[in-house]
C-alpha cells in the first residue's frame, strides 16, 4: 500500500484500534482478524507512516494520538514470548527487533539495536544504543553510545543525543504526553529527559542535566521561572538548584537554568556552545 493509500485508511484503522481497546479485556489471543489491525498500526508505526506523538502546526501544543499508544497496548496483550537469535546473539521477547537499514539509509554500529514499531529516518546513526517501540527519531540523528530512546519518544531532526543520555518513556496511560526533542537540539552526556519533558528546536542541554515534567526551567538573567520541564527553542540550559525551605533547613531542589538564547541555527557553533558551557562550568 503506497503512503497516499495508506493516509486514506488511517480512519478506519484508528476506529478498528479503537474498538479493540474498548473491549481489550476479552480480546482472544487467536483472533486473526484483530491481530492483523494490530499489526497493521504497528507497522505504520516503524515505517514512520503515524507517530505517537506530534506538535500541532496552530497551538505550538504537544498532541498525541492516543490510538497508537493504545495499539501497542494492544500488541502486548496479543503477542506471544520468543526466542529470537541474531547470529551469536539471543533475545526472549514479545516482540521482534528491526532489520532491513541499509535500505532505509540507517547506519548501525554493532551493538545498536531497536524494537519493531519504532522509526529512524534516514541518515540516523545508531551507536551501540537501543531504541524502544513507538518511538521516532527525525533524519540525520546522532544517538550516541549507550544512549537510550525510550517507549514513544519523538526525537526531531538534526539532533545529537550524546554518549548515555536516557531518552524516558510512557505507554500509559494512553493519553500521556511523551519526550519530545525537536529539531536541531543537542542533548549533553548523561542528561536524562523524561516525565513528558520536551526541548525546543536549537535547544542545547549541557552534560549531566535532569529534566522531567516537573522540573522548574529558570531564566538566569530574570529569574524568571519559564516553565516546568520545557526549555524554550534555541537556548542553552544547564543543570542547576533553587533553594527550597523544609523543617530541617534550606536545600537546593533540582533545577534547569537558561543561561544563554541562541540565534537560531547558532546550536551547530561547538567551538561557540564549548565556551557558553565552559564559561558556567559545564560540558556537552
Not at 504497528?42 to 507512516?49: E, H, M, Y
Amino acid at each position: 500500500m503506497s503512503n497516499v493509500d495508506f493516509e486514506a485508511r488511517i480512519p478506519e484503522l484508528e476506529a478498528n484500534i479503537a474498538e479493540l481497546w474498548e473491549h481489550r479485556s476479552s480480546l482472544d489471543s487467536n483472533d486473526r482478524e484483530a491481530t492483523n489491525v494490530i499489526h497493521e498500526a504497528i507497522d505504520a508505526l516503524d515505517r514512520g507512516l503515524v507517530r505517537v506523538a506530534e506538535i500541532d502546526e496552530n497551538s505550538g501544543t504537544v498532541r498525541v494520538n492516543e490510538w497508537c499508544k493504545q495499539a501497542i497496548l494492544l500488541l502486548f496483550m496479543t503477542s506471544q514470548i520468543h526466542t529470537h537469535e541474531v547470529g551469536v546473539f539471543e533475545f526472549v521477547d514479545k516482540i521482534p527487533l528491526k532489520t532491513g537499514y541499509q535500505s532505509r539509509g540507517v547506519r548501525v554500529v554493532p551493538g545498536g539495536s531497536a524494537r519493531w514499531g519504532s522509526y529512524q529516518a534516514p541518515g540516523v546513526v545508531m551507536m551501540p544504543s537501543y531504541m524502544n517501540i513507538g518511538s521516532y527519531v527525525g533524519a540525520n540523528t546522532m544517538v550516541d553510545t549507550w544512549a537510550t530512546i525510550g517507549s514513544c519518544a519523538q526525537v526531531g531532526a538534526n539532533v545529537h543525543i550524546s554518549g548515555g543520555v536516557g531518552i524516558g518513556g510512557v505507554l500509559e496511560p494512553p493519553q500521556a504526553k511523551p519526550v519530545v526533542v525537536e529539531d536541531d537540539c543537542l542533548v549533553g552526556s548523561r542528561c536524562i529527559v523524561a516525565e513528558g519533558a520536551r526541548l525546543g528546536q536549537g535547544a542545547v542541554l549541557g552534560a549531566g542535566a535532569i529534566l522531567t515534567g516537573s522540573i522548574p526551567v529558570i531564566d538566569t538573567d530574570t529569574g524568571e521561572e519559564l516553565s516546568r520541564g520545557e526549555v524554550p527553542a534555541w537556548s542553552v540550559a544547564v543543570s542547576g538548584t533553587r533553594p527550597r525551605e523544609f523543617a530541617g533547613g534550606t536545600f537546593g531542589m533540582p533545577a534547569v537554568l537558561v543561561i544563554k538564547r541562541l540565534v537560531a541555527g547558532e546550536r551547530h557553533n561547538k567551538s561557540a556552545l564549548n565556551k557558553i558551557l565552559r564559561d558556567h562550568n559545564s560540558t556537552i
